[in-house]
């Protein structure tokens, strides 16, 4: 008889350990808890460990995604890839190099015309002499 109690609750904290959501937060912490409610501002959870304890709340934007206990995970926010790295290609930035070096090239034609037409007045001044 004892040992059918002790399998059982075996088994039952089994259930207990791997029955737990896991939340990511933007910086890469997860969090082992039991998630209570979900709005669209803030998730109020309870944690895996204590779950008599207080009632904590995240709001959204601070959390990456919540992996839920039945598998399902909800990436949470707004998932722009942009956000991430702004400065990479299709961020709206491609322009700027072809830019700089538009203005470059003119640049440097321009200060190569206007030696080739300083050293042709100086040709023309010499040859006068």
């Known amino acids: 008889m004892k040992n059918r109690l002790l399998i059982f ?43 008599d304890g207080p009632l904590l709340m995240l709001r959204t934007r601070q959390i990456r995604k919540i992996e839920y206990k039945n598998g399902y995970s909800d990436l949470m926010g707004y998932q722009n890839p942009r956000k991430e790295r702004p400065l990479g290609i299709g961020a709206g930035y491609a322009w700027l190099p072809g830019f700089l070096l538009a203005v470059l090239f003119s640049f440097l034609l321009a200060v190569a015309l ?8 100086m040709n023309i001044l010499k040859s006068d002499r």
């Open 114 to 121: 206007r030696l080739l037409s300083f050293r042709s007045l």
């Open 9 to 51: 609750l075996f088994l039952f904290s089994l259930q207990y350990c791997f029955g737990q959501d896991i939340i990511t937060t933007k910086d890469r912490k997860q969090l082992n808890v039991k998630v209570i409610e979900q709005t669209d501002k803030s998730v109020r959870y309870k944690m895996a460990d204590y779950q």
